[in-house]
């Protein structure tokens, strides 16, 4: 008996472990035996001392290249019994024994009898499957069950594990199953009776069709998406404060309602901002990488938690894209997968240029469709109206003639003349011609002037007072060419009477200091007053309104009190006092006092353009009300030249203990970016998306596939490296992902695919020998079967009492959650239970506090948007029952559900009937609607606990014993269960 | 092939199926039990040892407690009270809020020797002293991190980032629960809010959910989420449309054949019997007025901190919150439940706001916990319960010896108080197969750690070992790497040196 025979007749002898793996290594190639069965125990078993990771690497040996291991000894191919691997693993002795017996490793009797196997066949190493790009492998030829591609790769291995594939499910099925799978909905009426009446392959692909054109299919999918984002509406840590980002929710779901190709998609999300001309909805898309968490605790350093941040960026990435773990190359090189501590250094370089930095900004603003829509109807009425107020017709010009004529007789201002002036340091106050004064002398360090001044000729009440400053001389004691009019005051003075004070109002100039703005110079108080640095050497001017005009009187004048106490020379040089006799809203601080007189009487005297300017002044608080509604979203944006940062390799993955200068780059075994590629996150979104890219179709594709049926075509779906499970259909994989990359890279068009094959349509029923031989479903031979996610859950029980709100997008809402459930440290934000139409909203709409994630979400999987979730694993628990049971939610769809089926008929047998085809969509069976009406029957409310079994469904009339026969059909298996 | 042995990839598809378990049995020990075939698997997955305990009472002080109140005794610090801090202890440190040079900060309180081994405890803490001889206390504790959340985050989970299970989750992953109509692992708070770290503190992380800590609820709803039937379905309807869901399902099983319908059944059954035993292990109205006078605890009182914005202000040292929580903690122990976790909120005394400092703050703390956790121990060791169970206190870090001076510059009243320290603080342990004693010193001011350095990964790899879990070999494959509580380096050990 030759030595392989025998192995493998030990292989048989063994236990279940040894049974499947003899089975997988007996079907596997010659080639994929070292992908599938060896290379698995040795990156379990040796790699971690003798692989990549070259610190911890011993005897300076390498298992992962034969080479290594075969100079080294320690494989003798085709002789395992002289291999020192072999020797080592079958030792008894603590000192020679591999792994060492402290590392807790052990090798399992058929692990090591595979490794025999293989050595004995001459030990062939083989790159690992995922890491070469795929190509189009052929489809089999057989044709039998039918000629879809999927499905002759799935009879293939059917075939192969002795299996035979399953009829087609009954239509009612077929039509939950793939509203369910591609809207995360219930079909609607009109689908079920239009599929239902006339099952044909015609009817069904154009069922498939509306699914997919439907909104609801966006936001089915794009949970998928989002659970990959990290999305949340909190920002984590401590605090957990709210984050507004619901807008990147929203460009999810409508990435994938309008079927944006996958490469775009990516190319948006990574690097939208750095793509040329990127419009408004491209730089929303950065936000993916702006969901990483943010921590607000006092006395936190933000440069480490944008590190971690920009960490995270880098591992999601490479989870998302390529399904690879690189997270631990942080630390230290990957032990298993190629990629070393630099080259994740390298590629952390890319993403180590943002401006963020652990707070908000940078933001942009982005509005949403229906803010946008409104936002351009307001700016464009706007335009017309300021052009209309520019370009004015009927009479205008002709009036405003007219009444610039009028000021050639009535000037606008009139210069007074000085009639008396006081100093307290006797300076002498000069007056020119035109009206200006100027100090003779030096000026003293303070002083307060009394200048009284004669009005001028005419009869018409003076309503304002004018102060021009000059700039003043240059020369002089004082380096401070400011002025500081602490207080001013006004006093009438009659020859007869004691003088009066004159009350001012509306002071307003065209400059005030800050701290020193012009309303302090009649507040009655010294300690401030009208100043203007850091524009002192400019003239200026101030203009105060007169309480009360003051009437013309024979020998009146008027007495300005000017306090310039400040000190440093600060006082009055050079200036002009004057009044007007026109209305105040003509009168502006402008300093030459004719400009604007066209836009006074536009909005001050010209009828027309009077009430142009009101609308205009509505419209702009129309906008201004509105841009103050649009969400700022949290976006990626490259730092400026000047500011780059420089990125070395963390020892130990500590930030605070850096070594080597890295440039960027990515991981070397995966090629470099693609010719014509800027080193930038572009770069890298361009490389993930290339087709030499061994992994980025794979798994996309997988991902979907998932979705679909339960389970990837590789398990792991957050590892395609070498620690990661084999695809079970390695050829189709590889089909699919060339496929997906060949069309367009349109998930829609690959779901369609697959929803179309017959494997998808296949019934789910069970065979003892099925789930004796496949109990898991791996070869596909019978239809997916299994729990529906968290949103499906609250969603089809929505969708099917009636109470679901369809409203695509916005912000996020708070359906009901039992009280005190936010408990979160100092952040003051509560859960409002919603009311109204947001409270029957889809559960993608749900508010979600990463600290506090909705109970009844997380109670079925979902995840709480901390990390980058690649896959859910399903569980069911009583805790699930629960939910279902009792919450709120639940009890409200029961009561709504119960409605409809008492009004469905006056029968109890066809309310219960109907009830059952409006939750699974198929006839009732006899048995099912006799034991259905032995529990109404049997069910009995007194008159309290009807009143409070009807509030509790949030119903004020009603049959109570119908809304616990709803809540019966909420709870069956088969509802809560893709058919 | 997937990176498990092929047995155990079958208990992982099984396993995800059930909550609690199979009749009477740990579901921790049905899964590594009878359904291996392959008794290697259980070694590889660290659950081999003979375990010192069935259950853990992790009292979690959240905030963290100033060691310098109550455990550490410093004449030397007391000497330098209210001088600048030597420049020696400043350089190259980071601090959440000291600013500048600070002053030190002497002992707030009187300290004694108790008990045989002449443990030094303040006059906070005069019941504890009381049982003080069964306690380990360990005075040298370190982290890593001085924040909060990641504080908190690394102590429970192993890890400052969110996303990992915490301890409670791995110990039920590992081992099960005892009680089929029990969750394995709970946890109580008390104190008025969550934990800095939130949910994620009894998270599952990247094992099953199945996993994660069920927060069970004192404050008045139901003690778990959902568990009450709708106002006006009695317990005897729900019975009935319970047996209708059940039959129904029964011919949906019939059909299709499929098992998950079974288990749907039996989870269905099982929250059945948790409506009655849950709210009957929560009643703590149910014990003798004795034992309730012992705690200190009041079935039903519901705290006004409890549902405040700021409850620091609301803190009366009569509040029986945390008594009644470690009253239940005793009865969830009883009924076999593997792991409890108690967070108290409100230890967190910077002095630099009301309601937070070390003179006035920490007494009324430590009077809410102080009869509590000596009538826990007290009570655990008369029903012979002391030696099936670990019993850990702690906070996530330290308080610094210096005085925190970013709000007050001077000592006053009402705001003296002390920033994260994470360089020594004290933890204790108690209970089956530890040894009462001491562990670790200080130095003369309490600033670093004199002698046997404690870390967190060796409080965790302790905390496993006592269960029977080896701590280095535990593990689950997760993003390439074998994640362990205790992470990926070995640089946590066992504490050998505590264990009796």
């Known amino acids: ?979 | 092939m997937n990176t498990l042995p092929i047995s155990l990839q079958k208990v992982r598809a099984e396993t995800r199926r059930h909550f609690f378990g199979k009749a009477g049995m740990g579901f921790g020990a049905m899964a590594l039990s009878s359904l291996l075939n392959s008794d290697s698997s259980a070694e590889q997955q660290g659950v081999s040892l003979p375990a010192k305990v069935k259950s853990v009472i992790y009292l979690h002080m959240a905030g963290s407690p100033s060691q310098l109140e109550l455990f550490e005794n410093k004449p030397a610090l007391g000497r330098l009270h209210n001088t600048e801090c030597p420049q020696e202890y400043l350089e190259g440190k980071r601090f959440a809020f000291i600013k500048g040079v600070p002053k030190m900060l002497g002992s707030q309180c009187e300290f004694k020797q108790h008990g045989e081994n002449g443990q030094w405890v303040s006059n906070h803490l005069p019941h504890l002293t009381k049982v003080i001889d069964d306690l380990c206390i360990i005075r040298s504790m370190h982290t890593e991190q001085f924040n909060h959340s990641p504080a908190q985050l690394f102590m429970q989970t192993g890890n400052s980032l969110l996303g990992y299970p915490s301890m409670g989750s791995w110990v039920t992953y590992g081992l099960g629960s005892e009680n089929k109509d029990l969750p394995g692992f709970v946890v109580l708070s008390s104190g008025g809010k969550t934990p800095s770290a939130g949910k994620s503190l009894w998270g599952s992380g990247f094992l099953p959910t199945v996993y994660q800590g069920v927060q069970c609820r004192t404050d008045g709803g139901d003690p778990i989420l959902f568990l009450s039937n709708p106002d006006g379905l009695s317990r005897k309807s729900r019975r009935k449309t319970l047996d209708a869901i059940s039959d129904l399902n029964r011919f949906q099983h019939e059909k299709v054949g499929d098992p998950e319908t079974l288990t749907r059944i039996s989870q269905y059954e099982l929250a059945f019997r948790m409506q009655v035993s849950v709210p009957e292990v929560m009643d703590i109205s149910r014990e003798s007025q004795k034992t309730l006078d012992l705690y200190g605890a009041k079935p039903g009182y519901i705290s006004e901190a409890e549902s405040a914005a700021d409850p620091r202000r609301l803190y009366k040292s009569d509040d029986p919150t945390f008594a009644n929580n470690c009253l239940l903690a005793r009865r969830l122990v009883e009924n076999g439940v593997r792991f409890v976790q108690l967070y108290d909120w409100g230890w967190d005394h910077h002095g630099s706001s009301l309601g937070e400092s070390i003179d006035e703050t920490l007494p009324i703390k430590t009077s809410q916990i102080d009869q509590s956790i000596a009538a826990l121990i007290t009570d655990l060791k008369q029903r012979g319960l002391f030696d099936e169970t670990l019993i850990i206190w702690g906070g996530e870090f330290g308080r610094t010896p210096m005085m925190q001076n970013n709000v007050n510059k001077e000592l006053k009243p009402g705001f003296i108080g002390r920033d994260h320290h994470p360089h020594a603080f004290t933890m204790w342990m108690a209970g089956g197969g530890i040894k009462p004693g001491m562990l670790g010193q200080t130095d003369e001011l309490g600033y670093y750690i004199a002698e046997n350095p404690v870390s967190v990964r060796d409080l965790q790899a302790t905390i496993l070992h006592q269960l029977g879990i080896n701590p280095h070999e535990f593990n689950f494959p997760y993003q390439g790497l074998d994640q362990r509580l205790i992470g990926p380096t070995d640089e946590g050990s066992v504490l050998h040196d505590i264990l009796a």
């Open chain 1, 1 to 979: 008996m030759d030595r392989s025979r025998f192995f493998l007749r030990v292989f048989f002898s063994l236990q279940l472990a040894g049974l499947l793996l003899a089975d997988q290594f007996l079907l596997a190639d010659e080639l994929d035996r070292f992908n599938r069965v060896v290379r698995p125990i040795l990156a379990k078993h040796c790699f971690a001392c003798h692989g990549r990771d070259e610190e911890a690497r011993q005897a300076d040996l390498r298992l992962d290249l034969r080479d290594s291991a075969v100079e080294g000894g320690a494989i003798k191919p085709g002789f395992p019994d002289q291999s020192e691997m072999v020797i080592r693993i079958d030792s008894k002795d603590a000192n020679v024994v591999m792994p060492p017996p402290d590392s807790g490793g052990k090798l399992t009797a058929a692990e090591s009898l595979a490794l025999k196997q293989w050595i004995a066949e001459g030990a062939k190493y083989a790159s690992h499957w995922s890491f070469t790009p795929p190509t189009r492998p052929d489809v089999p030829g057989d044709n039998s069950w039918s000629s879809h591609p999927i499905d002759r790769f799935i009879h293939a291995k059917i075939l192969t594990h002795n299996l035979s594939p399953n009829a087609v499910a009954e239509p009612f099925e077929l039509l939950r199953r793939v509203a369910l799978d591609l809207t995360g909905l219930p079909p609607t009426q009109v689908q079920a009776n239009a599929f239902l009446s006339n099952p044909s392959d015609e009817a069904y692909e154009a069922l498939v069709d509306d699914l997919l054109g439907s909104d609801a299919y966006g936001e089915h999918w794009a949970r998928m998406w989002l659970d990959l984002a990290r999305y949340a509406d909190t920002k984590g840590y401590e605090k957990d404060r709210e984050r507004t980002i619901w807008r990147y929710r929203d460009w999810v779901i409508q990435a994938f309602n309008s079927d944006q190709p996958f490469d775009q998609f990516t190319f948006d999300q990574l690097a939208g901002d750095l793509i040329a001309n990127a419009n408004a909805e491209q730089v929303l898309a950065t936000a993916f990488h702006r969901n990483t968490m943010e921590n607000d605790e006092g006395g936190t350093d933000d440069e480490e938690f944008r590190v971690a941040a920009v960490k995270d960026r880098v591992d999601t990435t490479m989870q998302v894209w390529m399904g690879l773990t690189a997270g631990c190359a942080k630390c230290h090189s990957h032990k298993y997968d190629p990629i070393s501590q630099v080259d994740y250094y390298q590629l952390f370089a890319f993403f180590n240029q943002t401006e963020d930095s652990d707070r908000s900004p940078p933001t942009v603003a982005s509005p949403t469709v229906a803010q946008r829509t409104a936002l351009d109807q307001l700016d464009g009425e706007l335009m017309q109206l300021q052009s209309r107020f520019q370009n004015p017709r009927n009479g205008f010009d002709e009036a405003i003639a007219v009444w610039m004529k009028s000021f050639e007789t009535t000037p606008l201002w009139v210069p007074l003349v000085k009639s008396d002036f006081h100093s307290e340091h006797d300076l002498q106050l000069n007056q020119d011609e035109a009206g200006e004064f100027s100090v003779e002398a030096e000026l003293p360090e303070k002083d307060t002037w009394i200048l009284t001044l004669d009005l001028p000729v005419g009869t018409q009440p003076l309503t304002s007072l004018r102060i021009d400053t000059r700039p003043k001389k240059s020369d002089g004691k004082w380096p401070d060419k400011n002025v500081a009019l602490r207080e001013l005051t006004v006093e009438i003075i009659d020859s007869d009477l004691q003088p009066s004070l004159i009350k001012l109002k509306n002071p307003r100039a065209d400059f005030s200091q800050k701290g020193w703005e012009v309303t302090r110079a009649i507040d009655g108080n010294f300690d401030a007053g009208w100043a203007f640095s850091p524009k002192a050497s400019d003239a200026h001017c101030a203009i105060f309104d007169f309480a009360e005009p003051i009437e013309r009187k024979e020998g009146r004048r008027i007495r300005l009190t000017l306090e310039q106490e400040y000190g440093q020379g600060l006082l009055l040089d050079e200036f002009l006092v004057s009044t007007s006799v026109h209305p105040i809203n003509w009168l502006r601080p402008d300093l030459d006092a004719a400009t604007g007189l066209s836009d006074v009487f536009r909005r001050e005297v010209f009828p027309a353009t009077m009430q142009l300017a009101e609308k205009i002044s509505t419209n702009r608080d129309a906008i201004k009300r509105l841009r103050s509604q649009v969400p700022n979203i949290p976006i990626m944006r490259e730092l400026a030249a000047g500011k780059r940062r420089e990125t070395r390799v963390h020892i130990r993955g500590n930030f605070l203990d850096q070594s080597d200068l890295v440039s960027p780059a990515v991981p070397s075994a995966f090629g470099a970016l693609p010719e014509g590629s800027l080193q930038d996150r572009l770069g890298v979104a361009r490389w993930l998306m290339h087709e030499s890219n061994p992994l980025t179709a794979r798994v996309a594709v997988n991902r979907l596939w998932s979705k679909i049926f339960g389970k990837g075509l590789v398990e792991t779906e957050e590892d395609f490296g070498t620690q990661g499970s084999y695809p079970t259909h390695p050829d189709l994989l590889d089909w699919l992902a060339v496929e997906f990359r060949e069309n367009g890279w349109s998930r829609k068009q690959l779901l369609k695919k697959i929803v179309l094959s017959k494997t998808y349509q296949q019934s789910a029923a069970f065979t003892d020998h099925k789930l004796a031989i496949d109990p898991r479903n791996d070869w596909l031979s019978r239809g997916p079967r299994f729990r529906l996610s968290a949103e499906m859950v609250r969603d089809q029980a929505l969708a099917v009492s009636g109470l679901l709100t369809t409203k695509l997008g916005g912000p996020s809402v708070m359906p009901p959650q039992p009280d005190g459930i936010w408990k979160t440290t100092y952040s003051g934000e509560k859960w409002k239970n919603a009311t109204g139409p947001d409270r029957y909203r889809r559960a993608i709409y749900t508010y979600k506090k990463r600290t506090s994630p909705y109970p009844a979400m997380t109670t079925f999987d979902s995840g709480s948007g901390e990390v980058c979730q690649i896959r859910r694993i399903r569980t069911n628990t009583p805790l699930q029952a629960l939910v279902t049971l009792n919450d709120v939610a639940f009890l409200e769809a029961a009561g709504a559900l119960s409605v409809r089926m008492t009004s469905s008929s006056n029968r109890l047998t066809q309310q219960i009937a109907e009830g059952i085809r409006m939750t699974l969509y198929r006839d009732a069976t006899s048995g099912e609607v006799d034991r259905l009406e032995m529990l109404y029957q049997s069910l009995d409310f007194d008159s309290t606990q009807k009143e409070r079994m009807l509030a509790a469904a949030g119903l004020d009339s009603g049959d109570p014993r119908m809304i616990a026969l709803a809540n019966v059909l909420l709870n069956l298996d088969e509802f809560l269960t893709k058919p």
